[in-house]
């Protein structure tokens, strides 16, 4: 049997979810990209929807999108803020697409008369599905993140095919269990047996583990270890502890001192002993945790109770804030608590703020409200996709003094929609994977704050929105002091609005917080923060 040019690594959870196993696979990632080796990193999301397009974030946290206008996993991210690598369409895939796929090529005939059953038909899919990647050629490695955790109903027919891919694959695949080692505090032990019992029901499905990486709060000694290696049938180097970091950005050096890396390479019969430095890496960190200099921000949004609703948001803040040595604060604050009367109190002692983006009308006010208050006192103001729209929305009732103003989204019929449905989503009538999504081209105004972030007339940004800036009232807007100085030229779209009197007031219809990595942290970001720096108030 020929094998494959590209190797691939399957990184199964067991006991729990949230283990990390997207940062394992992101730090594991990062480290054979160090090698030298072409690595990316796609993720099997177990869920019968299509993609989490249409999910609220509350039930899967941030949906992230690609170049290509793929709306994915939040875990993708991770891949590319670690590998400074896009991810695309086919990096993503779930349940909903499997079975879409397969439905549709039953009803063109495909399968010439046959029974469709989950084997081989769904397995064979969610089989072609992860050879996509290793296919192009561009790749050594493909890292296959199984989501969810092993016994549940849903990953059943993921566990099974890749259980084939590795018979298929022979020596050029190998598995990653990553597990929970639990600390009892009444017996003032380490705990292995939910690690052994989470790979014997592996092992009830066909297979058995290359590597175990056990999450725990305190070391594992040498015993357990031991231990560990002789009930799951692995050697004792393959027994990898990834302990409890301050931040994510300590696990690839964390695995690198484990030698997950070199335990990898060696099961693959790519022996590699040389060290890498991580130098850029390294100096990263040692920015973010010795700051020179120290601020507070504000986030104000409607998902403040669920972190991972904003994570790309919150990471793009610590890139820019290492980049610029900085440790910046965020203060979390609900759109919905913030009214007139309480205002001030609720902004008070902050440098700047970032309004979210986001759907619906709650908390909508709370942002108008927000807004207006600082471009009235001169704080810096960052405003991403809602957030762009609100400020255009507070600027038309307070600066131009129109009555009945709001987006058409809020209010469908409203006398004045600064806002409005954007042409091609008019007759638009199914929700998922139908906004304007990906990457799209726009044209900076020199001497605009977010020109002089850039330092280039010409950007690309992801974008995911159906409502726009509506250009019947952008002469208005204009003279009155609010510029639009960014536009998608293609399409006569306001991109990025600025009040040029005030010390750093920008709106963004894209999502800037998609492309910001640990090795290019986002211009816009790092301008914000330098007008949150400067701001003496």
């Known amino acids: 049997m020929s094998k494959s040019p590209t190797k691939y690594i399957f990184v199964t959870g067991g006991v729990t979810s949230s283990l990390g196993k997207g940062i394992i696979s992101a730090s594991l990632g990062k480290l054979l990209t160090a090698k030298g080796y072409s690595v990316t990193i796609q993720k099997l999301d177990p869920y019968i929807n299509i993609d989490p397009g249409t999910m609220n974030p509350y039930e899967h946290g941030e949906c992230y999108v690609t170049d290509d ?3 994915t996993d939040l875990d993708l991210g991770h891949y ?5 690598n896009r991810t695309s369409q086919a990096n993503n895939v779930t349940t909903g697409r499997i079975y879409q796929t397969v439905i549709n090529k039953e009803r063109n005939g495909d399968y010439l008369g046959k029974t469709i059953q989950i084997i081989p038909h769904i397995t064979d899919e ?17 890292i296959t993140e199984i989501g969810g955790t092993v016994g549940d109903i849903e990953s059943l027919p993921y566990i099974e095919a890749v259980r084939q891919l590795k018979w298929e694959l022979e020596s050029d695949a190998l598995f990653i269990h990553l597990t929970l080692v639990p600390y009892l505090k009444a017996a003032g032990e380490l705990k292995t047996k939910p690690t052994q019992h989470s790979v014997k029901m592996l092992l009830e499905s066909g297979i058995q583990p290359d590597i175990l990486v056990c999450r725990t709060e305190y070391n594992l000694n040498s015993e357990i270890r031991r231990k560990i290696a002789l009930f799951c049938n692995v050697d004792k180097e393959s027994v990898i502890e990834s302990i409890d970091a301050s931040t994510i950005y300590d696990v690839p050096l ?4 484990e030698g997950l890396d070199k335990v990898v390479l060696r099961k693959l019969g790519l022996n590699d002993n040389t060290d890498v430095e991580l130098k850029e890496w390294k100096s990263f960190l040692n920015k973010l945790k010795n700051p020179k200099k120290n601020i507070q921000i504000g986030l104000v949004g409607k998902y403040t109770e669920l972190k991972d609703a904003y994570k790309s948001i919150t990471e793009s803040v610590i890139h820019a804030g290492a980049s610029l040595e ?3 604060n965020v203060k979390w604050i609900h759109a919905e608590e913030i009214n007139k009367t309480n ?5 008070s002692n902050l440098k700047g703020v970032i309004v979210a983006p986001g759907f619906g009308d709650r908390g909508i006010e709370g942002k108008i409200d927000t807004i207006k208050f600082l471009r009235e006192n001169n704080i810096p103001f960052f405003g991403i996709c809602l957030g762009m729209q609100t400020a255009v929305i507070e600027f038309a009732r307070n600066v131009l003094k129109l009555k009945d103003v709001n987006s058409s989204e809020i209010e469908e019929n409203c006398e004045n929609p600064v806002i409005d449905l954007m042409e091609g989503q008019k007759d638009v009538t199914q929700k998922g994977g139908t906004m304007r999504l990906g990457s799209y081209k726009c044209n900076l105004e020199e001497n605009s704050n977010s020109y002089k972030s850039y330092n280039k007339k010409e950007i690309n940004e992801r974008h995911r929105h159906r409502f726009e800036f509506n250009n019947k009232y952008l002469s208005d807007f204009e003279k009155n002091g609010m510029i639009a100085v960014g536009k998608n030229i293609e399409n006569n779209l306001v991109e990025i609005i600025e009040i040029p009197s005030h010390p750093w007031f920008v709106g963004v219809q894209f999502h800037p917080e998609y492309k910001s990595t640990v090795a290019n942290p986002h211009p816009l970001f790092k301008g914000f923060i330098e007008a949150c720096l400067s701001n003496k108030k």
């Not at 590319?80 to 400074?84: D, G, I, K, P, S």
């Not at 089989?127 to 561009?138: A, D, E, F, P, S």
């Not at 205002?343 to 902004?347: D, M, R, T, W």
């Open 326 to 328: 900085c440790k910046v």
């Open 80 to 84: 590319e803020r670690f590998l400074n």
């Open 69 to 71: 206008g793929a709306e």
């Open 126 to 142: 969610i089989k072609r599905r992860i050879k996509i990647l290793g296919n192009t050629g561009k790749y050594d490695f493909v």
């Open 254 to 257: 964390l695995m690198q001192k």
């Open 343 to 347: 205002i001030s109190e609720k902004l």
